[in-house]
């Protein structure tokens, strides 16, 4: 992880590509690069809850907090 001052999200990935996934947390939606982020799983479906771990700044910058 980049920045030591992280948080975790709870939301749902609705899409993903190679670089980024597509992010929701059922109010906030936004596209993350997966560079800046730790996923809880190597596994995920579509619309499944899930954990991510992001940077405070990212998190505040695309509205999560």
Not at 22 to 34: K, Q
Request: proline residues 3%; negative net charge; charged residues 25%.
């Amino acid at each position: 992880m980049i920045d030591i001052n992280t948080i975790e999200i709870s939301g749902e990935i609705t899409n993903d590509t190679a670089l980024a996934i597509l992010f929701t947390d059922g109010i906030t939606e936004a596209w993350i690069a997966r560079s800046l982020i730790e996923i809880e799983t190597d596994f995920y479906k579509f619309g499944e809850p899930i954990v991510v771990i992001v940077p405070e700044w990212l998190a505040k910058k695309e509205g999560f907090i």
